[in-house]
């Protein structure tokens, strides 16, 4: 009994074996932090680049800004778990003293389906630094619900136990632009 309880050959097997699961976890967990975070900046990229492009446009079509947001939605590959929503939204600030947002025209991508975004007047928020009395703004939200790798089936099973609360992510990022070359940015067919 003595021999064998001095016996130490086995304890760097056993010792790997408690260790192993823990280093593995730790593993995959960095390797989708690291994925989430660059998806998050590609979701931010997509909504500066559609932005970026329909401000230096003169006047758009809706075959215009479905271009632009293809070009922005392309840029998230190869991460292709989830789709991302692209909401365009022209936005004229009434003539008052505390001046109104209102819609003039908008148009979206939505699962990867074109379509229209907020009507036509409606109000909407804007930062209060930008509340200037007939200011043209126009607004791009990029968002998308990050599916994590390891919680995401292709069959879109329901995932059980802890994967199931991180099953998705939401991600997201607002920009408001002016124009470069015209005061204010009309769609013919918005």
Avoid: H
Avoid at 165 to 174: E, I, Y
């Amino acid at each position: 009994m003595a021999g064998f309880l001095a016996d130490r050959r086995g304890v760097a097997a056993i010792e790997f074996a408690f260790i192993a699961p823990v280093l593995l976890a730790m593993y995959f967990v960095t390797m989708e932090v690291s994925q989430a975070i660059e998806t998050s900046k590609k979701v931010a990229r997509i909504g500066s680049m559609v932005a970026d492009l329909v401000t230096q446009q003169q006047s758009v079509t809706k075959a215009d800004l479905a271009a632009i947001m293809k070009i922005g939605e392309s840029s998230l590959q190869p991460y292709g778990r989830s789709m991302p929503k692209v909401v365009v939204t022209a936005i004229q600030m009434t003539n008052a003293a505390n001046p109104q947002a209102q819609v003039l025209w908008s148009y979206r991508l939505e699962n990867g389906s074109y379509g229209a975004g907020p009507a036509k007047n409606t109000t909407v928020a804007v930062p209060a630094a930008l509340k200037t009395a007939n200011a043209f703004l126009i607004r791009v939200e990029s968002t998308l619900n990050y599916k994590p790798i390891i919680s995401w089936s292709d069959d879109a099973k329901q995932t059980l136990g802890l994967l199931s609360a991180f099953n998705s992510l939401p991600m997201g990022q607002t920009y408001y632009l002016r124009p470069r070359s015209t005061l204010t940015l009309s769609c013919s067919d918005c």
